[in-house]
């Protein structure tokens, strides 16, 4: 099914919105959520969460993307989640090594002038991914939006594991230089 | 904790680049793949090619859509929404124009006119009917006999829609005990006398106070007999519960905190009615941490009003077409009130019936 007819049947108020939307995106829900969480009941939770968020959202939200749209919420109730696993000790999977990763991105403090909310650190980390070649954007959101492993995303594209580690590397530095030159604190 | 920050922030990236790293998209394609699908596909070329020459394929479309067949279909009703409207002064549901509607599709719509009103069917309820979760008896759901709906010809119909109960089917409607006329009429099943079938005018009306659909038509604080809570629930997935005949555990709220019940009410006839997209530009707000609550009033006919409470004082009615589209902006006190009582589970008789 098209996404406007899902879309429609959220609309129109109608339950087989959710089967709907469960047939077409939610391997891909599903996926994203296990790919934080490692936990299968976890993540069909958080997936079943996803869907009762979209049933409350549309109307009056009307996305553009669907597939993102769920995406993204799956992705947040997964962080979520994870943020509990992490007051259990229970830190698994690849969150915490993206995390080790991404602190290679964080700004010396001496070049800071002022602290930033996320919703600028967003515009900028979307002007970075803009100025950013597309198949290292795309290493990037696969390896930090994603949360793929090395190996998959090498399989995926066909190239070798340690260029995507390479990839990856030269990104977080360039990431780095831009939130220093744009002088962010974190 | 910096670089939680940073995976947040992440997170909201415009959504083209989510969407060009989707994992599906990615995928290597080998040479063999390639040519398996350019195989594939001159052989579909010309097979299609073969049945082009040895059958008289249909090309045109049925002209014209019959209204043969009399039973109610429960698929979504072919007609194109009415256009919603809103402004600071509350929201407009158009009217259906019969004249515009495309019938050459099926099935054709099942809809009636009844003084200059067009209803559409919406839902249908069961009647004493055992192992139902809602049972609704005859004496206490059907008042008034209206009259038998003359069944015409669509194309008549269209040259000359606006005639007194006329209609793509032929059924005895009566009005409904305790709701506004003008608003929700219903029919005895032809199928089977056991069920209802609920019609509703959800266009041409204008909707400016919650008063004006839960008050003046639905009559909500008169007739309310009993609040049930769904907790942890949202209403499709009670639906679903229902037809799985799996019921979740639901509270039924308690004679002492009918108070709290009817301000809530009260608040709801008083607010204000939301189009849509204004609401839209608050969407983060409504998407990120709003918790929900479903609840459902039933009526003393039986009839269930099945409403979605938002932590910040939207509300919106469930399962009623067009009006399912929009939201009452309730004041949040009133709301908080409400959902604290939800909250304290030990006010509760725990049932899973109803």
Redesign the interface.
Known sequence: MEDKEILN?Y?????S??SETAKKYGT?CL?IANNILHNTEDSEECVNDTY??A???I????P??L???L???T??LS?NRYQTYQTQKRGIGQ?PL???E??E??PAHETVEQAIG??T??EL??NF??DLP?EP??IF??R???F?TTKEIA????ISEGKVKVSLSRSRSKLKKYLEEEGVI? | M??????????????R????????K???VYPWGILLALASSICLILSVLDMLNQTDLPIEPPTSATVENEQVSLE?ITFA?PKINGSEHGVTIEAIDIAQQNFDETPVPTFFIYKNKCYVYFSTVFSTKENQIHLYDHNTFLEQYVGKSKKVDINTFKKRPYTELTGTITREFFTVKGIDSTFMLCSRSKADENYIDLWLNSSDISLKKGADLFENLLHLNDNCKQVTYLPNH?H??W??SKINQELPDVHVLLYQDYAVVSRFLEGLNEGTF?Y?????QN?AS???G?K?YAIIIQLTNDLCIPL?I?EDGYVRL????EF??L?VKVDQMVVQELIEVLNQKDNFAATNSN
Not at chain 2, 276 to 280: F, R
């Open positions: 049947l609309f129109s108020r109608s339950e919105a959710i891909y996926r009762m968020r049933w409350n959202a109307p009056p939200h009307h553009m993307k597939r993102t749209f995406g993204k919420i992705r947040n962080l969150v993206a995390l080790e991404l602190a991105c964080i996320t919703l650190l967003t980390l979307n991914l803009a597309s954007r795309k959101m696969r930090y939006w994603y793929h399989k995926d594209f066909g974190l | 910096k670089t939680n920050r940073l995976l947040e922030a992440l997170g909201d990236v415009d959504e680049f989510i969407e060009e790293a989707t994992p599906s990615n995928k290597t979504p929404s949202a499709y997935q639906e679903i939301i849509p997209q204004d609401v839209a969407e409504i998407i990120e709003n929900t979605t938002y469930e399962g009623f077409r399912s589209n939201l």
